[in-house]
């Protein structure tokens, strides 16, 4: 379910598109095609509904208006097209894609709503992509691998690729300082899960937690100065 202004949302059933006003009084298709349909994003100025599709054959990255009018291709490869996100700013789209038929051959890319500047970032994985940060200029993944899992920074306009967290043991991004400086981010150095953080190229890496038992983010203060978790350090969580 996404919000596409105060008035009306954008619902989508497995196959299709579907604009309704906020009290369900109009209903309109969007799409209407023999093919799987699924909703994606919005571009930044809310003009075009970026969308993926297999109408014609493999999934394939598409727009078209608000009103389901000016359906265009932005991308038809032959191998799909899976979003990974909208840049914050809103010019670009940035998404997965193989390039050849094994499975090195995984990229990841961006290109522009309307389908220029296509570019390949990095040679990557099928990592879970997890946040932007702060500055919109990074994006964070979650690498798991045998040991456990790390985070990775890829960069939208450079490709580079940094490991922010390493260890033998796994690592899930949580959430960003109020004043954005801080990554927090959760991790099992001992079979449990405490609270940790660091900057955003991974330096200053700070445990905050000592808990004989896990201690899991919840958010912050409403004034940012502190941090909320929860633990079950007391045998329930609190």
Do not use: C
């Amino acid at each position: 379910l996404h919000a596409a202004s105060i008035q009306k949302l954008l619902i989508a059933d497995e196959n299709d598109i579907y604009q309704v006003t906020m009290n369900g009084s109009r209903l309109l298709r969007l799409t209407d095609e023999n093919s799987t349909d699924q909703f994606l994003a919005w571009t930044a100025d809310r003009q075009w509904i970026i969308f993926r599709s297999n109408r014609f054959g493999n999934f394939d990255l598409f727009r078209m208006r608000p009103d389901g009018q000016e359906v265009e291709p932005i991308l038809t490869w032959t191998s799909d097209e899976q979003l990974v996100t909208m840049s914050p700013d809103g010019d670009w789209i940035v998404f997965m894609a193989r390039a050849g038929k094994f499975a090195s051959d995984l990229g990841l890319y961006r290109v522009r709503p309307d389908g220029t500047d296509l570019t390949l970032i990095s040679d990557t994985s099928s990592d879970p992509f997890s946040t932007w940060t702060p500055d919109g200029e990074w994006m964070i993944f979650w690498h798991p691998h045998q040991q456990g899992s790390d985070l990775i920074r890829v960069n939208l306009m450079t490709g580079q690729r940094d490991t922010l967290s390493t260890g033998l043991y796994h690592h899930h991004f949580e959430g960003w300082s109020p004043d954005g400086e801080w990554l927090i981010y959760s991790g099992t150095p001992l079979f449990k899960w405490e609270l940790f953080r660091m900057r955003l190229d991974g330096s200053d890496d700070q445990r905050l937690t000592f808990y004989e038992r896990d201690a899991r983010f919840g958010g912050w203060s409403g004034d940012g100065n502190w941090l909320v978790f929860r633990s079950n350090n007391s045998g329930n969580y609190e």
